[in-house]
């Protein structure tokens, strides 16, 4: 472990430590079966593209409820701007600097624009989050929701953990504390909003690089750390999955990084703009990938995602909705994936 990495681990243990016990969710008792929230804060002051998009499932689930509310969401980097563009009810992005010591001024402001505004409702996404636990707490508003645990609606819903859906299921229970009706649809999949011209454009770029007669398979070798699969294992699911295929095409998406676990033997498609890439996934027939980043954009452009997991934990982190799976490729062979996808596909 690098000295960086040994100091930052230490300085997420001491603020978690110290932050754990801040707060409490405010609310009356059955108080109001016709409350309204106008204002809501959502806090997720995280800069990953994966962490971004399982916030968007909260966001339809207030839209539904509450037609009229505006959203500010508090957050990292500069991807939130992008993810939600097309989400009207999104009206202000709050973005905490990623190096606060070296932006202190700025750091300053985006807690002040914090206190400054009043809103009905924040909601805290992360209750492991030591900034999103202060955020909550330092807002001015009515009511706040520190994202606790919680046990009742852990027993009822097995798919609790996941972490797109378990604050849409908290949102739910917080509601019913004010006495309004429990809903039991489905909670919304993660989704980008795409228009129909962002997908038209990326249709037009997916027919240059294969031939339009042909559906197509998408294919996303990389990923982050341990979660990315090996040459070998790439090499060999994909010989098997032409010769299983022969009448789509196979496209691969690269990551931002360039590279490919099959040394570009595939057609390719590269871009840095993340509504581009949900697009150009749109546009295909499956896509395949580790849990990664870009197997969650996937999910936001409402294709079926066939998601690999041999690290993290796919109750947490796998897709869903749009007839997706996760697969367990420490349990599930080459073979067994290819039956799978032709499940999908027929």
């Known amino acids: 472990m690098s000295f960086k990495t040994y100091i930052n681990t230490l300085r997420r243990k001491i603020t978690r430590g110290l932050t754990k016990n801040i707060g409490n969710n405010k609310w009356t008792e059955n108080s109001n079966s016709k409350i309204e929230f106008k204002q809501i804060l959502i806090s997720r002051p995280n800069h990953r593209l994966g962490n971004l998009l399982m916030i968007t499932p909260l966001v339809q689930e207030i839209n539904t409820v509450f037609p009229d509310c505006k959203i500010d969401l508090f957050v990292k980097g500069g991807l939130a701007p992008v993810i939600f563009k097309n989400y009207s009810s999104v009206q202000d992005y709050i ?64 798919d609790y953990t996941h972490m797109a859906k378990y604050p849409v299921y908290e949102f739910r229970h917080y509601l019913e504390k004010f006495g309004l009706p429990t809903r039991k649809t489905e909670v919304p999949t993660i989704n980008m909003k795409l228009s129909n011209q962002e997908i038209e454009n990326a249709k037009l770029i997916l027919n240059r690089i294969v031939p339009d007669n042909k559906k197509t398979i998408a294919i996303f070798t990389f990923a982050t750390g341990a979660k990315c699969y090996c040459v070998d294992w790439w090499d060999t699911f994909y010989e098997k999955l032409k010769a299983a295929f022969p009448d789509y095409n196979i496209v691969e998406i690269l990551p931002v990084e360039n590279v490919s ?32 980043g870009i197997m969650h954009l996937a999910c936001a452009s409402q294709t079926t995602v066939l998601g690999l997991f041999h690290i993290t934990n796919p109750e947490k982190y796998k897709p869903y909705g749009n007839n997706s799976l996760a697969i367990d490729t420490k349990t599930t062979h080459a073979d067994a994936i290819i039956t799978l996808i032709k499940t999908r596909l027929n």
């Open 261 to 292: 676990q099959i040394n570009f033997k595939a057609p390719s498609f590269y871009s840095k703009d993340v509504r581009e890439i949900a697009a150009f996934i749109a546009n295909t027939s499956l896509f395949i990938g580790a849990d990664s």
């Open 95 to 158: 973005i905490l600097p990623r190096k606060p010591f070296k932006e202190l001024i700025r750091y300053c402001m985006v807690w002040y624009k914090i206190k400054r505004k009043k809103y009905d409702l924040v909601i805290n996404i992360d209750q492991g989050s030591s900034s999103g636990r202060l955020s909550t707490q330092f807002a001015n508003a009515d009511f706040k929701s520190f994202g606790e645990l919680n046990d009742d609606i852990i027993q009822q819903y097995p």
